[in-house]
């Protein structure tokens, strides 16, 4: 029961990633770079959909290989790891859409604004291995 909970919430988190990835690049001007707020086809600024859709899909899989840790799964570990690996290409490509003289300007980093972003995705990632290794 617990497995099959596991596999649903994981899913679950990967949809969000996909829907969350599709909305930005909808949102993406022909020169490449991101349009106005509200620009995808979920008419959502970036803070909201990160909170509505990115925020969940870190979390859903952390849950999934907690209630599920004594359930033996590759499927599921191999689903853990495509959640961690969507996270890190998510977090690359806003590094390196980044406009570097508007961050000198604003005194922003995007790589120490994202790392969190990479920190949870290699998590996700090291669960998902672990979870692999042990079925």
């Not at 840790?69 to 495509?82: A, E, P």
């Not at 790589?111 to 990479?118: F, S, T, V, Y």
């Amino acid at each position: 029961m617990a497995k099959a909970a596991a596999l649903v919430i994981t899913g679950i988190a990967i949809a969000l990633l996909v829907i969350y990835g599709a909305d930005v690049a909808a949102g993406v001007n022909v020169d490449g770079e991101v349009g106005e707020q509200g620009d995808g086809f979920l008419q959502m600024d970036h803070m909201t959909r990160g909170l509505g859709l990115g925020g969940p899909a870190m979390v859903l899989p952390l849950i999934a290989y907690f209630i599920s840790r004594n359930d033996s799964s590759k499927g599921l570990g191999g689903m853990i790891l495509i959640t961690g690996i969507l996270i890190i290409i998510g977090a690359v490509t806003v590094i390196g859409m980044a406009d570097l003289s508007e961050a000198e300007e604003t005194a922003r980093n995007p790589l120490m604004e994202n790392a969190p972003l990479l920190v949870v995705g290699g998590i996700q990632m090291g669960l998902g291995v672990l979870k692999i290794k042990k079925s």
